[in-house]
């Protein structure tokens, strides 16, 4: 009976992707490109299930049928590495590895096929480049801010500082999707497999050392406060800002996040977790606000401290 039940679920998982491959087959949405992030679930699922091993299965059948089904080239650089990040997380979840690894193997598969798919191989993919349509996008954003009477030295600075900061940006979206993908996973495994003893914070330890953010702050600073002179910096000292920049972007993202597991902490502590997509939502909206917050842990141990309040 069981043997039955792990085939017809690889069975079940394999026919749900292969229907949302057909449909871009036969739609042109191409949806395996938007929503790549979301196909490790499902594999992570069955591994948690049945068996990480067991999990391989289903992953090498959906990666195969992909390239016969719909295209080989979107199969090989979405398909394929979405599903070994499936099992590779099924695998952490059964060994009971903590949150924060878990997460870190979403963000890298999310991080490998960004990579593969806006940097490397995008031109002949999409027919153009992620600078391209970089300044496109910004170009797009600018004219729905005509209203504004931006002037030309603003939207020239926007247009390269956007472009200097795409490595930042390919960082930031895996990230998300990572994160994404992470809380889809630890759904299914609460509502699918009854699994209460994972959850989207549980485990999760994101923390800059001290160390880090006193070279980190430095870097911050400096970029934002030359940051005016973006256009005009010329040589080394626009590499630098550049380098600057990026790591500035990127740090804050981090410090935000680890902002929300401050706040996550906390409201597990006072025992009120319906109030978790409250502080999602802060992530958003107050995203200054949780960046601090995330500096101030960093420096302060905040964590530390609300996990010994009485």
């Known amino acids: 009976m069981k043997k039955v039940r792990y085939i017809t679920d690889a069975a079940m998982i394999t026919a749900v992707i292969l229907a949302i491959l057909l449909i871009s087959e036969f739609t042109g949405l191409e949806l395996e490109e938007t929503f790549f992030f979301l196909i490790p679930a499902p594999i992570a699922l069955y591994a948690l299930l049945h068996s990480p091993q067991k999990a391989i299965i289903p992953a090498i059948s959906i990666s195969l049928l992909s390239m016969l089904i719909h295209s080989p ?17 099924g695998f952490f979840i059964n060994k009971r590895f903590p949150g924060t690894l ?8 999310a ?14 993919l999409f027919g153009f480049t992620i600078v391209d349509d970089t300044r496109v996008l910004v170009t797009e954003a600018l004219q729905l801010l005509e209203f504004a009477n931006l002037s030309t030295h603003f939207k020239s600075m926007a247009e390269a500082l956007m472009i200097g900061l795409i490595p930042a940006l390919v960082a930031v979206v895996s990230i998300l999707e990572g994160v994404f993908s992470h809380t889809v996973t630890i759904f299914l495994a609460n509502r699918i497999a009854k699994n209460q003893d994972i959850g989207i914070f549980r485990g999760l330890r994101i923390e800059f050392p001290r160390v880090v953010t006193y070279i980190l ?7 934002f406060a030359f940051l005016g002179n973006y256009l005009t910096i010329t040589g080394v000292a626009k590499i630098l ?5 990026n ?14 597991t401050l706040v996550a902490v906390y409201l597990n502590k006072k025992r009120k977790t319906n109030f978790f997509i409250l502080a999602v939502l802060a992530l958003i909206v107050l995203f200054p606000v949780m960046a601090f917050l995330g500096i101030l842990d960093s420096l302060f141990k905040l964590k530390q401290r609300v996990l010994f309040l009485n």
């Open 102 to 109: 878990r997460i870190v193997i979403s963000i890298l598969g």
């Open 217 to 223: 702050i430095p870097i911050i600073v400096a970029s």
């Open 73 to 89: 080239i979107h199969g090989l650089l979405f398909i394929v590495p979405s599903c070994f990040t499936g099992v590779l997380y």
């Open 111 to 124: 991080l490998l096929i960004n990579v593969l798919t806006l940097v490397v191989f995008s031109d002949f």
């Open 241 to 245: 800002l550049i380098i600057g920049m």
């Open 247 to 260: 790591i500035s972007f990127a740090a804050l993202i981090f410090y935000a996040f680890e902002g929300l």
